[in-house]
């Protein structure tokens, strides 16, 4: 009997459902736990901003939406499983500034034409860190060292063709010295470069100035520039590339929420709206002040428009730097 | 040093929801860390999602309860199958089985708990009284030291082989060939990739040792099915009975495993699992017995044992004081530690004093009751043995292919472990041992890196490898230890050559 009644009960609710399917799938959306796919590894910055925002997001949904790391391969990994799933809106992913730059190594053929941008995360800035027990207390001073004596200072802190590697090769470049006049150590991300550092392995390390904020608050590293247009909120003592050495370079990464592409329209403006009332909330302030982060907002049609220049300057750069092979 | 601080402290960690919370989170750390396949670190990544709606104190004693269980645990299914739970364990696998089967199971359950006991309780004396100074001295090892260090490792695989050294240095290169796989870590050059993207990253490694350990033995066992059990089939009687004696005999070996161990976790980049490997080959190098090292040498269970827990706590002194991790489980909690408005520095023990002692006091707190909740789970776990094999190895094998799967959420990794069970079984069949092939793969990356990094550092003049002090030290040791080992074994050529 009371098999009957649940079974009555399943096929009757299927019916319903099935009808209007195609309808009530995009109405109801969510109406199951998203999926937030990281290229990048737990603890890091990338995965930082995208729990905070997956906490956010549940709440302002009341949906549940899960981290998932998918790392490894350079980003490739994490990126191809982004623009590889079903475009259903129920996996969404942080697509990072190296969107704009594997390709041009040749590591995959993804591009930002590969997905469907939501809502810009935050831009990072980079700066350029030494030992606190560098002799240079000037960005002058490490260019000019640089200059005269191409290949003896060495720079670390990501792997190679990375985005630091490209800030301090276009520094370099900007200035008329050699891209590779300060070689570069590749190492596992910022914070094993900046050990390094502190350890007296290397002697430059241009990741982003947030990333060595904990060693810059102990007295470790010093920060000589930030290369961005205008001095960085958090850093306000630090100054830009144009005051220190008069160089018009600006290097910024950026990580933002993008979709697989040909997700419906209507969830993609869904996200980025309730993505820009997050980010305009106090608690997501809050997190960005804890690790140096500013807060930085593109809505979707303006990220699609930013990660297509990134991508081009940095296309500029590896062909300059000769590790372009595309 | 005790003063109202500490007593808030005390206070935050002993409230009754803390309380709770650190229950659940040792259930949940015994249970992921007795699954083969399922990591410490693993444990951790899945906690970080649920820490976020608590509050500091009881997040940080929910991950340290659950690491320290999950350490522990991770001998559970080696003393019973034979089968690692966690990397940490691999290293005295054999060691631990053989005693089941000899009828010493409560006795090897015994060593791995007291001394993951000790271990961590050790480990969090170093953390509490010089953690600002050990960090300041493991922060200035760069490439090359860690070159040396690595070499050094690598010659203790030669301790590792059990009996044949032509079989033992067959399974190192296996394991030296597997970390190639992948993108070269410098230029990003694929090799043995075939084209395939799956392979970029390199073999993954949880599925590998869930492979090569699990899978194989769940092989052996099937293949052995209609023959009568091996294992010697009781419940666990007392657990503590001999371990005092036990201890009192090694009582070196147990202090040189956690200084070993702590050490070892303190360095950025090496954990419990590399802790238990260096302590297990250093107590086999300075042993009186060493061949009964792999055949189930209560020495052998000593010094892993006393080392891998006391890594855990190691770990956390950099990852506190520079924010820089020590092992994968601290590269996790850094970013937990920020959440929650706990900034990593030299300045956290003065600008975050409750919550730091909080944390200490959660160490100390984490292994003392790791004894009655590991001997708890110890005597359920004995009925492990009374399930028939034919049931029980089906289980076993889907856990590992969960774990397998769940690193990287990756399909392909199921069937890495599936080849490399097969591939370990093929060993194991032609008597070639399988523990060096996981230490060849845990330290090839390694060296490999630290080498190649440290020769663009200095433009290729390999002299200058010796160039820094402490890396000068390290490889005067190195070569002191290979000329030894020379020495020992032309003494007995030459020995052989008199006789006959």
Not at chain 1, 96 to 118: Q, R
Not at chain 2, 125 to 137: N, Q, Y
Not at chain 2, 474 to 487: K, P
Request: overall charge neutral.
């Amino acid at each position: 009997m009371k098999r009957r009644t649940f079974l009555g009960g399943t096929v009757a609710a299927s019916t319903v459902v099935a009808a209007p399917a195609v309808v009530s799938a995009q109405a109801a959306w969510p109406n199951r736990p998203v999926q937030v796919i990281v290229p990048w590894g737990a603890g890091g910055g990338t995965d930082y901003h995208a729990r905070t925002m997956a906490t956010l997001l549940e709440r302002e949904f009341r949906n549940p939406f899960t981290v998932v790391q998918r790392t490894g391969g350079s980003g490739v990994v994490g990126h191809s499983a982004i623009a590889e799933a079903a475009p259903d809106g129920y996996t969404i992913g942080t697509v990072t500034v190296e969107i704009g730059m594997m390709h041009w190594a040749g590591l995959t053929k993804l591009t930002v034409a590969d997905y469907a941008p939501i809502s810009l995360l935050n831009l990072i800035p980079a700066g350029v860190q030494v030992a606190a027990n560098s002799p240079w207390r000037t960005l002058k001073d490490m260019v000019d060292a640089v200059r005269a004596n191409p290949g003896r200072h060495k720079s670390s802190g990501t792997g190679q063709g990375g985005i630091w590697h490209l800030a301090i090769a276009g520094l370099l470049n900007s200035m008329q010295i050699r891209p590779d006049a300060a070689p570069w150590v590749p190492s596992e991300g910022a914070a094993s470069g900046l050990q390094d550092l502190v350890a007296g392995g290397v002697d430059i390390v241009p990741c982003a100035i947030a990333e060595a904020s904990t060693l810059l608050r102990a007295g470790r590293v010093r920060s000589l520039a930030v290369m961005t247009a205008s001095r960085v909120p958090a850093f306000p003592d630090v100054p830009t590339v144009k005051e220190a050495v008069g160089s018009d370079w600006t290097c910024e990464s950026f990580l933002s929420l993008m979709a697989p592409k040909g997700t419906p329209a209507d969830v993609v403006a869904r996200l980025d709206a309730a993505v820009k009332k997050i980010m305009e909330g106090p608690e997501w302030k809050q997190a960005m002040d804890a690790r140096g982060f500013g807060v930085n907002y593109m809505g979707a049609g303006q990220l699609q428009a930013f990660a297509t220049r990134s991508n081009e300057a940095f296309g500029g750069v590896m062909r300059a730097l000769g590790i372009a092979r595309t | 040093m005790i003063d109202g601080v500490f007593w808030t402290a005390l206070a935050l960690v002993f409230e009754p929801q803390t309380l709770m919370v650190g229950l659940a989170a040792a259930m949940f750390g015994l249970f992921v860390g007795a699954v083969p396949g399922l990591s410490a670190t693993m444990a951790v990544a899945l906690l970080i999602p649920v820490t976020f709606f608590m509050p500091p104190v009881p997040a940080l004693v929910a991950v340290v309860m659950t690491t320290a269980m999950a350490i522990f645990a991770g001998d559970i299914p080696s003393v019973l199958l034979r089968i690692p739970g966690t990397p940490a364990s691999a290293a005295y696998t054999d060691d631990a089985f053989a005693m089941t089967k000899r009828g010493q199971g409560e006795l090897a359950m015994g060593i791995c708990l007291v001394t993951s006991a000790i271990g961590g309780l050790f480990g969090a004396v170093v953390l509490v009284l010089l953690a600002p100074i050990l960090a300041d001295f493991a922060i200035r090892f760069s490439s090359f030291e860690y070159f040396w260090l690595v070499l050094l490792g690598l010659t203790c695989a030669v301790f590792v082989c059990h009996g044949n050294m032509i079989k033992g240095t067959v399974s190192l290169l296996l394991g030296l060939f597997i970390a190639t796989i992948g993108l070269d870590p410098l230029a990003g050059f694929p090799r043995f990739t075939f084209e395939v993207r799956d392979l970029y990253s390199g073999l993954p490694f949880i599925a590998t040792m869930v492979g090569m350990f699990a899978v194989s033995e769940i092989l052996r066992t099937v293949t052995a099915l209609g023959q009568p059990l091996e294992v010697v089939k009781h419940q666990f009687g007392n657990v503590f009975a001999g371990v005092w004696r036990v201890l009192r005999r090694y009582h070196w070996n147990m202090w040189r495993g956690n200084a070993i161990g702590t050490a070892i976790g303190i360095l950025p980049g090496a954990g419990a699992d590399i802790a238990a490997w260096i302590s297990y080959s250093v107590g086999k190098r300075f042993s009186r017995t060493p061949e009964t090292f792999g055949k189930g040498s209560e020495e052998g269970l000593v010094d892993a044992g006393a080392a891998n827990n006391a890594a855990v706590a190691g770990a956390w002194v950099p990852a506190l004081v520079f924010g820089i991790p020590g092992d994968s489980v601290t590269a996790i909690v850094i970013g937990m530690l920020f959440l929650k408005g706990l900034q990593p520095g030299p300045m956290i023990f003065d600008n975050s004093p409750v919550e730091t002692t909080a944390l200490f006091i959660a160490f100390f707190v984490a292994n003392l009751a790791l004894l009655p909740i590991g001997w708890l789970a110890i005597k359920a776990s004995g009925y492990t043995l009374s399930i028939p094999r034919a049931y029980l190895m089906p289980i076993i094998l889907l856990f590992c292919m969960v774990g397998s799967f769940a690193v990287n959420n990756d399909p392909f990794a199921i069937l890495v472990m599936l080849v490399m069970g097969v591939v370990a079984f093929l060993m194991m069949e032609n008597d070639i041992p399988i523990a060096p092939a996981i230490l060849g793969m845990v330290l090839g990356d390694q060296l490999e890196k630290t080498f190649l990094t440290s020769l663009m550092k200095v433009d290729g003049e390999v002299s200058r490898l010796i160039e820094r002090p402490i890396a000068a030290w390290l490889a005067a040791i190195t070569v002191i230890i290979w000329a030894m080992m020379l020495w020992s074994a032309w003494r007995q050529w030459r020995a052989a050559k008199t006789r006959a």
